[in-house]
């Protein structure tokens, strides 16, 4: 399986940055598709980005399109996703996955720990 590190979270004011970062070792990493997700207290996980594995293909949520860029190099193994113009309500813990389109790829990785963010008003 492939093992899967989240980190680069943090406590930011509205309408700041930060840049998340998914450490993945274990099997061939570039074959797949990866994609970020995000998980709100009480509410269900959610798509976020993803990236093909080339990184020539992208997708976004509306809620964060514009605003969010996800890339990869699959030299270091590790997808990133730069975040800008933060709202509170991008307030959640933050996972990487391989996906297939704006799903999860089950029996790849296991979810990670997830890196939190909170954006304060």
């Known amino acids: 399986q492939v093992q899967l590190v989240e980190s680069g979270g943090g406590l930011v004011q509205t309408g700041g940055s930060l840049r998340l970062s998914c450490a993945a070792s274990?099997?061939?990493?570039?074959?797949?598709?990866m994609g970020w997700f995000r998980q709100a207290p009480g509410k269900e996980r959610e798509f976020v980005a993803a990236?093909?594995?080339?990184?020539?293909?992208?997708d976004y949520a509306d809620s964060v399109k514009g605003r969010f860029t996800i890339t990869r190099d699959n030299v270091k193994n590790t997808v990133y996703l730069r975040m800008n113009s933060l709202k509170p309500e991008d307030t959640a813990v933050y996972y990487c996955?391989?996906?297939?389109?704006?799903?999860?790829?089950?029996?790849?990785?296991?979810w990670g720990q997830g890196t939190q963010v909170t954006v304060a008003s």
């Open positions: 996955a391989p996906t297939v389109g704006r799903v999860r790829t089950a029996g790849i990785a296991s």
């Open positions: 274990g099997r061939t990493f570039s074959n797949y598709a």
């Open positions: 990236i093909s594995w080339s990184g020539d293909k992208t």
